[in-house]
T-cell receptor
Framework: NAGVTQTPKFRILKIGQSMTLQCTQD?????MYWYRQDPGMGLKLIYY???????DKGEVPNGYNVSRSTTEDFPLRLELAAPSQTSVYFCASSYGKRSSGANVLTFGAGSRLTVL | GDSVTQMEGPVTLSEEAFLTINCTYTATGYPSLFWYVQYPGEGLQLLLKATKADDKGSNKGFEATYRKETTSFHLEKGSVQVSDSAVYFC????????????FGSGTQLTVLP
């Protein structure tokens, strides 16, 4: 079982460039999330999705876009990269069902992005 | 809104020392509480969880008790190992529809042989 797979692992962008961080999961989870991790700041939620075709903003959505055309995939798009977007990005997924009790997230290994 | 406050690091201990990492929270309703661990170069992994007051979560020798009266979920381990060196995150999820996690800032633990 691959779990949550993120690509690329590392990327350097110039200011103003665009790119997409890919995320796919093979656990048939309906909920998916994108977080960014900055040093000493913990993780901040960028966007999340509760199912295919449904997305919503998290705490820090500015400068990002997402789509969820399938259950498995949840790409994160940066349209005009800025130095403030230098961070480590984590994709995560979960079942998210109320009947399953506490929601447990499975995380990918992360994508380190540097904007110069 | 919801928030999690964690003991600031870094924390450096000798092998077999006792570990406590403090965590307190602010949330409406009855959140579920978690400790996640991040080993170098990896994503976060669930370490333990508790879903209601007075529950004790435990795993790999780590324990944490959900204390509603003090809004705390402190992480403890009686005897740490070098392999426990990692970043530890306290987190909560409230009863919102998307169940997203709110994280603390993380505590870096280094265990020396």
């Amino acid at each position: 079982n691959a779990g949550v797979t993120q690509t690329p692992k590392f990327r350097i962008l110039k200011i103003g460039q665009s790119m997409t961080l890919q995320c796919t999961q093979d656990m048939n989870h309906n909920y998916m999330y994108w977080y960014r991790q900055d040093p000493g700041m913990g993780l901040k939620l960028i966007y999340y999705s509760v199912g295919a075709g449904i997305t919503d903003k998290g705490e820090v959505p500015n400068g990002y876009n997402v789509s969820r055309s399938t259950t498995e995939d949840f790409p994160l798009r940066l349209e005009l990269a800025a130095p403030s977007q230098t961070s480590v990005y984590f994709c995560a997924s979960s079942y998210g069902k109320r009947s399953s009790g506490a929601n447990v997230l499975t995380f990918g290994a992360g994508s380190r992005l540097t904007v110069l | 809104g919801d928030s999690v406050t964690q003991m600031e690091g870094p924390v450096t201990l000798s092998e077999e020392a006792f570990l406590t990492i403090n965590c307190t929270y602010t949330a409406t309703g009855y959140p579920s509480l978690f400790w996640y661990v991040q080993y170098p170069g990896e994503g976060l992994q669930l370490l333990l969880k508790a879903t209601k007051a007075d529950d004790k979560g435990s795993n790999k020798g780590f324990e944490a008790t959900y204390r509603k009266e003090t809004t705390s979920f402190h992480l403890e381990k009686g005897s740490v190992q070098v392999s426990d060196s990692a970043v530890y995150f306290c987190a909560l999820t409230s009863s919102g529809s998307a169940r997203q996690l709110t994280f603390g800032s993380g505590t870096q633990l280094t265990v020396l042989p």
